[in-house]
Nanobody
Framework: QVQLVESGGGLVQAGGSLRLSCAVS????????VGWFRQAPGKEREFVSA???????SYADSVKGRFTISRDNAKNTVALQMNSLKPEDTAAYYC????????????????WGQGTQVTVSS
C-alpha cells in the first residue's frame, strides 16, 4: 500500500521560505508522478506544482519563479522549496502520487497525503 506523508509546514513571515517534503512509502516510487496541491479556507483545492517520473516539472502561474519542486528517488521523497512567500500562499498543502503521469488535475492522482499547514503572516 502506498502512503504519503507531508512535513515542513509552519508559520513564516511574508518574504520568508519554507521547504515541504513528501515521503512516499512503497517500492515503486520512481514510477510515480507527484504533485502538490493546496487549499485555503473557503476555497477549492488548486494545483501548485508537479514533477514527472523523469523529473520534468510544472508550476502554477501564481508560484512560478518562487517555488521549486524536486525529487530524490533514492529517498522516496519530493520536496517543494517555497521562497518569497506571500500571505496568499497560506493554505493546507497536499502531495499526491499518480501512475498516469504528471498532471494539473486532481483526478489523475491515485494517492494523497493528509496535508501540512502553511501560514504566511503579513
Amino acid at each position: 500500500q502506498v502512503q504519503l506523508v507531508e512535513s515542513g509546514g509552519g508559520l513564516v513571515q511574508a518574504g520568508g521560505s519554507l521547504r515541504l517534503s513528501c515521503a512516499v512509502s512503497g517500492p515503486t516510487f520512481s514510477s510515480f508522478a507527484v504533485g502538490w496541491f493546496r487549499q485555503a479556507p473557503g476555497k477549492e483545492r488548486e494545483f501548485v506544482s508537479a514533477i514527472s517520473r523523469s523529473a520534468y516539472t510544472s508550476y502554477a502561474d501564481s508560484v512560478k519563479g518562487r517555488f521549486t519542486i524536486s525529487r530524490d528517488n533514492a529517498k522516496n521523497t519530493v520536496a517543494l522549496q517555497m521562497n518569497s512567500l506571500k500571505p496568499e500562499d497560506t493554505a493546507a498543502y497536499y502531495c499526491a502520487a499518480g501512475l498516469t503521469g504528471m498532471s494539473r488535475y486532481e483526478t489523475r492522482y491515485d494517492y494523497w497525503g493528509q496535508g501540512t499547514q502553511v501560514t504566511v503572516s503579513s
